[in-house]
Each structure stands twice: as structure tokens, then as C-alpha cells.
């Protein structure tokens, strides 16, 4: 899709990407989210993405299933509606934690909300991180549920493909989104993998699909125990990280521009040469 149909702006506009140390505290969590997004909307954002989980990193996998919501109501997603209505922005809330229909479990829910607070998409993670190294074990299927649907969202920047953490080491996954202008990629990558793994697999993504890259995560010490990656960046088409925060709570920022992702395009047009097909 050619930015500038759908109405999409044609003009560099800024977007934001918010990074936290969540913790088991809902209500805490929410009022640094909430202090976080008004950083970024002052500083003239006007897309802000949050983190995989920023409403609660538990002390353990179950915990989430207990502040599980029910699709349209609940503290989190009111306070998503509220916030990106008060401060006139397109507010994607990171992941929050659905009711599912397997008992014990969560859907990881991904929600776009638009300036008025009305919610535009919702992707359930579909790809469940499994990982045993060492002292470290996450199996993610034991509490999530997955889901099925590759989702973008077209809005007034371009059109937007949704994806949560460890959906990045998928690239097929992305080109099946077939040609977004903006990747939002919330996630709470661990230290282990992420220092290794993590810049490379955003750029790649970005330069692959000559996108911009909105990559919001936890990054830091968790009450639990377990250490995130952060490094939270927004990178350009062309694999430029325009801005980063390595560790702990704060906004990363940076411009986003149609009409240098469209000359780039142009002049490498990478998407139009692909000789095998991408299918879901």
C-alpha cells in the first residue's frame, strides 16, 4: 500500500515507543504507563507503542491469568481507551492478557486504539516462545493460549502490522502482512537472547520489508527475578536505528517519514522482486 492513499500523512510526523520494568502491581504498573505516554504525547508523538506485558510482569507465569479481561471491558483496556483519547494519539497497548478458551490460560493481546479511544485491531500472539538454557526455562504454551490471525491495521500513518516479541524470529510471518509501512513490535525479550539477538533480528526485519520499526520493550530487573533485554529503538527502512534506551523506564522517539520510505522503495524495490510467495 502507497502511503499516501487512505489518506495516510505524507509528512514526517513523530511516534514513540515506551519502555518499562513491569512488575505484579496492575494499578502501579498502569500509573507508570500512564506517566510514560504523557512524555511521549507532550514531546508531539503521536503514535505511541507500549511493551509485551506492561500491565503486569507477575512473580509467576500464572499470575496473568488471574487480571485476565474479557474482549471490550476492564481496568487495562479502559485505561488504553482513556489515555489515547485524552491525549489525542493512536495508543497500541503492548500486550495485555485476555481471557482465553482454555481454562488456566491468557490470550497475549495486542490493542490499537485511535485518538478518539475507539479500538481499531486486536492481534493475539501467535507464536509462543519456548526456551530452556541453563537456570533459565519459559514455555509459554503451558499459559497462553495462541492465536491464528496475521493482523494489520490501516490508519492515518500508513498502513500498521502488529506482531509481540518473539514473532520476530519469523520472517515469513511479516512478509505474509504483505507490504505495511510500519512494524509495531512489543516485547519483553530476555537478557540472554537479547544481547545477542535482538538488534540484529529488529533491523533485519526492517530492511527486509523496507519498514519502519516500532520496537517497544521491558528492559531491566524484574520483581521475579527475570532480567529483560530493553534496548527499546525505532528504526528506519533502510536498518538506521534513529533512537534507543538501553535499560529501564523511559520513551524513545524519533520521526517517521513517508516520503524518504517512499524514495527508498523506489529505488530498491525489494518487494516487488520476491520470486516465491508468502503464504499465511
Known amino acids: 500500500m502507497n502511503q499516501q492513499q487512505n489518506g495516510a500523512v505524507a509528512r514526517p510526523f513523530k511516534v514513540a515507543a515506551v519502555q518499562m520494568a513491569s ?22 508523538a503521536r503514535l505511541v507503542v507500549l511493551p509485551e506485558y506492561f500491565p503486569i510482569m507477575g512473580m509467576n507465569d500464572t499470575d496473568k491469568v488471574a487480571v485476565a479481561e474479557r474482549p ?4 487495562i483496556q479502559d485505561f488504553l481507551r482513556d489515555a489515547a483519547r485524552r491525549h489525542g494519539i493512536w495508543l497500541i497497548g503492548g500486550s ?8 488456566g490460560k491468557v490470550l497475549n493481546t495486542c490493542l490499537v486504539f485511535d485518538d478518539q479511544g475507539e479500538q481499531r485491531a486486536r492481534y ?10 541453563s537456570n533459565e526455562h519459559y514455555h509459554e504454551a503451558s499459559t497462553i493460549e495462541p492465536g491464528d490471525e496475521i493482523v494489520t491495521v490501516d490508519s492515518p500513518f500508513g498502513r500498521i502490522g502488529l506482531s509481540i516479541c ?16 510500519i512494524i509495531v513490535l512489543p516485547s519483553a525479550f530476555t537478557e540472554t537472547t537479547g544481547k545477542m ?10 530492511i527486509e520489508n523496507l519498514a519502519y520499526v516500532i ?23 533502510w536498518g538506521r536505528i534513529l533512537d534507543r534506551l538501553p535499560r529501564g523506564s523511559g520513551v524513545v522517539i524519533a520521526d517517521i517519514d513517508p516520503a524518504y520510505q517512499a524514495r527508498l522503495r523506489d529505488s530498491l524495490p525489494a518487494l516487488s522482486h520476491r520470486v516465491l510467495a508468502c503464504s499465511q
Open 96 to 103: 495485555i492478557p485476555l481471557v482465553a478458551s482454555v481454562p
Open 166 to 181: 518473539y514473532d520476530l524470529r519469523f520472517p515469513e510471518f511479516f512478509r505474509a502482512m504483505d507490504k505495511v509501512d
Open 72 to 75: 471490550g471491558s476492564g481496568l
Open 124 to 133: 493475539d500472539k501467535m507464536h509462543l516462545f519456548n526456551f530452556d538454557f
Open 215 to 237: 520496537a517497544a520493550a521491558q528492559g531491566g530487573y524484574h520483581v521475579s527475578g527475570r532480567e529483560t533485554h530493553g534496548n527499546s529503538m525505532i528504526v528506519d527502512p
Open 197 to 206: 539477538h535482538w538488534e540484529v533480528l529488529v533491523r533485519a526485519r526492517a
Open 23 to 44: 512488575g505484579p502491581n496492575v494499578a502501579g504498573n498502569l500509573g507508570e504507563a500512564g506517566h510514560l505516554i504523557e512524555k511521549a504525547a507532550n514531546a508531539g
